[in-house]
């Protein structure tokens, strides 16, 4: 049974940053691809950032701001995000998905678990 749980949000200014972490069980790092979403109010789910294999991939609106990161010792995830802006704000989500593939993939339905959430509120 893989669990996810993920902390660290938080209400910041912008230009601020924040550390996330997604504490995980029930699976072997190494065998998985996991990922980070977004979901503003009245949105879809978006996708942040992800890896899967060796590969490591953000999203456009992220990309040299936020760095994902992998801790095997202690079977942790981290997201940080610097120099936040009002529109970072969501609730952040952790996702992992059995099957690994050469290109990391960036659509919700790929992924089949998740944690619950935490919630990033940028104010400007």
């Known amino acids: 049974q893989v669990q996810l749980v993920e902390s660290g949000g938080g209400l910041v200014q912008a230009g601020d940053f924040l550390r996330l972490s997604c504490a995980a069980s029930g699976h072997t790092f190494s065998r998985v691809a996991m990922a980070w979403f977004r979901q503003a109010p009245g949105k879809e789910r978006v996708f942040v950032a992800g890896?899967?294999?060796?590969?490591?991939y953000y999203g456009d609106s992220v990309k040299g701001r936020f760095i994902m990161s992998r801790d095997h010792a202690k079977n942790t995830v981290t997201l940080q995000m610097n120099n936040l802006k009002p529109e970072d704000t969501a609730v952040y989500y952790c996702?992992?998905?059995?099957?690994?593939?050469?290109?990391?993939?960036?659509?919700?339905?790929?992924?089949?678990?998740w944690g619950q959430g935490t919630q990033v509120t940028v104010s400007a």
């Open positions: 890896w899967s294999g060796s590969t490591t």
């Open positions: 996702s992992v998905s059995p099957r690994l593939t050469a290109e990391v993939r960036t659509a919700p339905s790929e992924y089949a678990y």
